[in-house]
Nanobody
Framework: QVQLVESGGGLVQAGGSLRLSCATS????????MGWYRQAPGKQRELVAS???????SYDDSVKGRFTISRDYAKITVHLQMNSLKPEDTAVYYC??????????????????WGKGTLVTVSS
């Protein structure tokens, strides 16, 4: 069973910064694309940023230039540094791991694992 454990959410004023972290197991970390999704009240879950096992990053247009995703292989953790936060960034943020290849411990390529979510609230 793959577990993702998020931390770092909280309340911050507009213009402030937060860093989210997501820890998982070392066995799977090397073969997954890690991503951060968010879901605001009444809205669908959306992809905010992702980073492949090889370090290729991708961002939603709404966060480009403000958010940075990174992965720390030594700590088996992915981070989302969020700067210049806006009230519209308020949401529950979920860590996601999607397998890139088949393994007996991760399942087929394209298998998704989710964290429980962490709330980010940006006040105006």
């Amino acid at each position: 069973q793959v577990q993702l454990v998020e931390s770092g959410g909280g309340l911050v004023q507009a213009g402030g910064s937060l860093r989210l972290s997501c820890a998982t197991s070392s066995k799977i970390f090397a073969i997954v694309t890690m991503g951060w999704y968010r879901q605001a009240p009444g809205k669908q879950r959306e992809l905010v940023a992702s980073i492949t096992s090889g370090g290729i990053t991708s961002y939603d247009d709404s966060v480009k230039g403000r958010f940075t995703i990174s992965r720390d292989y030594a700590k088996i953790t992915v981070h989302l540094q969020m700067n210049s936060l806006k009230p519209e960034d308020t949401a529950v943020y979920y860590c996601n791991a999607e397998t890139e290849i088949y393994t007996d411990y991760g399942g087929p390529g394209g298998t998704n694992y989710w964290g429980k979510g962490t709330l980010v609230t940006v006040s105006s």
